[in-house]
Structure formats: C-alpha cells, structure tokens
C-alpha cells in the first residue's frame, strides 16, 4: 500500500476536494532528509505562506508536517507553475483530519482549471512516492 494514496476527488465550483488516506497514520511526515530532497525538486515550496499551529513558514514546518498537508501545497504548487494558470491568481487550500485513527483526511485546493489541476495532484502523489523515511 502507498504511504499516501487519494480515495475520491470531487470538484465544486472552484476547488477540488480529495479523500486521503495515510498507510501510517497522522503521525506520518517527511522527515528532514526527505523534506531537504522535496524542496530541492520544488524549491519554490520555500515561498509559500502557511497558516499552522507554530505559525513557522511552510519549508520549516515541511519536515513534520502531515502527508496531507504536504500533498495540498504540492498540488497548490504544480498548479502555479503550469504555464496555462494566470500569473495573478492565488491558490489556497486546507487539510483537515476526519479520523486521525484510519488515517483518513479531507485536502481542499482551489483551482482555476480542473484538467490542470488532476495533473497537479498526479505530478504530487508521484513526486511523494517513496520519499516518506
């Protein structure tokens, strides 16, 4: 089983909502090794902005973050980069735990293209493949 694996997308007007499952439970994170390698494919993870309990900017907060959370700005990511998305627009998204216990979690992302944002989340989930320690 993946580390992190999408069970359902649905799309609202202007975001799509993904179910996800994390094979190791909340607790699950990158790690730094594996956040270090992250940000070296993505580097412009460094620039986002993120709301969390530590109120840290995303880099330092991406080695113990939760799966979910680093598949929400992955996706955010992505989508910002497709040169098809309007430079002006702003991403934003939320990961919440609907039961921290089955490791099952609701990733909201807005977007402004649904094919480019499938892509999005396809590019994330494989760059996420087999980088949890």
């Not at 309990?53 to 080695?63: K, T, W």
């Not at 959370?69 to 980069?81: A, G, K, M, P, R």
């Not at 998204?93 to 921290?100: A, I």
């Amino acid at each position: 089983m993946a580390a992190l694996a999408v069970e359902r997308i649905t799309f609202e007007p202007s975001r799509m909502v993904l179910l996800v499952r994390v094979a190791a439970g909340p607790d699950a994170c990158l790690g730094e090794a594996a956040a270090e390698r992250l940000l070296a494919a993505r580097p412009t993870l460094r620039q986002h902005r993120c709301l969390n309990d530590e109120g840290l900017p995303f880099a330092a907060y991406l080695p113990r973050t939760s799966l979910p959370h680093v598949l929400e700005h992955l996706i955010i990511d992505y989508q910002v980069s497709d040169g098809k998305t309007l430079p002006d627009h702003t991403f934003v998204g939320t990961t919440e735990w609907l039961s921290p216990a089955e490791g099952l979690a609701r990733v909201a992302v807005n977007f402004t293209d649904d094919l480019i944002a499938l892509a999005a989340v396809k590019a994330a989930l494989a760059l996420l493949e087999g980088m949890v320690e």
